[in-house]
């Protein structure tokens, strides 16, 4: 690793999802062993069925590690594999891959971030939402409502799977509390006390196939904002 230059772990947290992350596996490695930064990916399958788990085929590709968890949680498996990075700057996205890799450009001047902390955003004119069923859409605009009532962060889209920031901001991720999808509602309303959060509008792809449950995960995440705010 060269001192001063661009590095970074990219960490996947998937829920069964491993089948869909495959179908895609090879575009994020094309994309990164094209460049001259130091990379891995990490893959955090969280709860996953052992049949989803064994789907897992990467010949030994050493920028890859896979870990295995049998508790299930985004914000667990982010932070599992977060202990086993070794870059300093995380990259953390869906198993789907519904924002591409290739977003990453815009997050970049001269091969470096533009801040320790950049998200992507959905929901602005310049950004394209392909695919979303209009009650996600809807559902998210509720969700971002009350985010925006209750703790007054500028941001338009909490939820964007594609978010990079710089790793010596561990400090603050291992004290979230949260270990579901309402962890990335507590980890940016906690780096926005510190850090200047830079959205950047990215493309987005629905993938029909994806585990994420509406109903439930949203309403868990409704719960959990409001004993966010209270707390």
């Known amino acids: ?10 960490i996947i947290p998937s829920k069964n999802d491993e089948r869909i992350f495959m179908d895609g596996f090879l575009n994020l490695l094309n994309f990164l062993k094209k460049k001259t930064w130091d990379s891995e990916i990490i ?10 788990i064994n789907l ?18 985004k914000g667990l498996a982010i932070k599992e594999g977060i202990k086993e990075s070794k870059h300093d700057y995380i990259l953390f996205m869906d198993a789907d891959f519904s ?27 310049d950004s394209i939402n392909n695919g979303t069923p209009i009650i996600r859409k809807i559902g998210g605009a509720v969700y971002l409502f009350f985010v925006k009532a209750f703790f007054q962060l500028k941001i ?9 920031f710089k790793k010596s901001e561990y400090k603050i991720i291992k004290e979230i509390a949260y270990n579901n999808f309402s962890f990335d509602i507590e ?3 906690k780096l926005s006390k510190r850090n200047k959060i ?25 719960f959990d904002l409001i004993l966010l705010r209270f707390k």
């Open 156 to 164: 338009t889209d909490t939820q964007c799977g594609f978010k990079l």
């Open 198 to 222: 830079y959205e950047i509008p990215v493309q987005y792809n629905h993938h029909p196939d994806s585990k994420v449950s509406l109903f439930k995960d949203s309403f868990t995440m409704f």
């Open 99 to 125: 924002v591409s890799i290739n977003e990453l450009e815009k997050f970049l001047q001269n091969e470096k971030p533009i801040g320790n902390v950049v998200i992507g955003t959905r929901r602005t004119k």
């Open 187 to 189: 980890l940016l309303y």
């Open 43 to 52: 893959l955090v399958s969280n709860g996953s069925k052992k049949e989803n």
């Open 1 to 10: 690793m060269s001192p001063g230059k661009f590095n970074l772990s990219v």
């Open 56 to 73: 897992i085929k990467t010949d030994g590709e050493p920028y890859f590690k896979h870990l295995i968890l049998k508790e299930s949680g």
